[in-house]
């Protein structure tokens, strides 16, 4: 079975210019999750999708970031202007279920560095 | 609110080793908690997690007891290898929300030497 999947792995982009960070969860998992690690400092939750819901997006951090979740399937991560401080690892976890017994199975990352 | 404290890093040992990663959390209710790895190039994994007080979460060797008392959850090792060596996040779960988002520390660079 295919694991969590990001893509693209990297991205450089200038100050101002639009960036679209994808996931492919698990097969079948309905909870999707998009987290940040800024500067090697913890990481952080940015939104939680329940198929193509929002369940909770109090982590994002603002009106540039806009996650989209169409058909319950894959999501995107658009940030747009992007800003220096939007720099770090960007990750993607899915879920079954949302007990402490449901494991959040993490993909690789997008490392975003903003020139 | 909830937040989670690990020790700094990196942490630097020889092969076998004991390892210790400290973490302490803040949390309202009861919460699970967590240790994730990085291993170089990948994504994160679960190493182990407990549930409830005084739980043991094990697997590849590492150990961490939840201790409600001293709100804390260290990871351990008996002889580490090199191997071993990766970031370690301490997470949380909110409980009782129907979100079961994680709430991390910075991390632990761990670097094991032959």
């Known amino acids: 079975e295919a694991g969590v999947t990001q893509f693209p792995s990297h991205s450089v982009i200038e100050k101002g210019q639009t960036v679209t960070l994808r996931c492919d969860p698990i097969s079948g998992h309905d909870n999707l999750y998009w987290y940040r690690r800024v500067m090697g400092k913890e990481i952080k939750f940015l939104l939680h999708?329940?198929?193509?819901?929002?369940?909770?997006e109090s982590g994002m951090p603002n009106n540039r970031f806009l996650a989209e979740r169409t058909g319950g399937t894959y999501s995107t991560l658009k940030v747009q202007p992007a800003e220096l401080e939007d720099s770090g690892v960007y990750f993607c976890?899915?879920?079954?279920?949302?007990?402490?017994?449901?494991?959040?199975?993490f993909g690789p990352g997008t490392r975003l560095t903003v020139l | 609110g909830n937040s989670v404290t690990q020790m700094e890093g990196p942490v630097t040992l020889s092969e076998e080793a004991f390892l210790t990663i400290n973490c302490t959390y803040t949390?309202?209710?009861?919460?699970?908690l967590f240790w994730y790895v990085q291993y170089p190039g990948e994504g994160l994994q679960l190493l182990l997690k407990?549930?409830?007080?005084?739980d043991k979460g094990s697997n590849k060797g590492f150990e961490a007891t939840y201790r409600k008392e001293t709100t804390s959850f260290h990871l351990e090792k008996g002889s580490v290898q090199v191997s071993d060596s990766a970031v370690y996040f301490c997470a949380l779960n909110t409980p009782g929300g129907a979100t079961n988002k994680l709430i991390f520390g910075t991390g632990t660079l761990l670097a094991v030497q032959p």
């Open positions: 976890a899915s879920s079954q279920g949302t007990t402490s017994y449901n494991e959040q199975f």
């Open positions: 949390a309202t209710g009861y919460p699970s």
């Open positions: 407990a549930t409830k007080a005084d």
């Open positions: 999708f329940v198929k193509e819901s929002k369940q909770d």
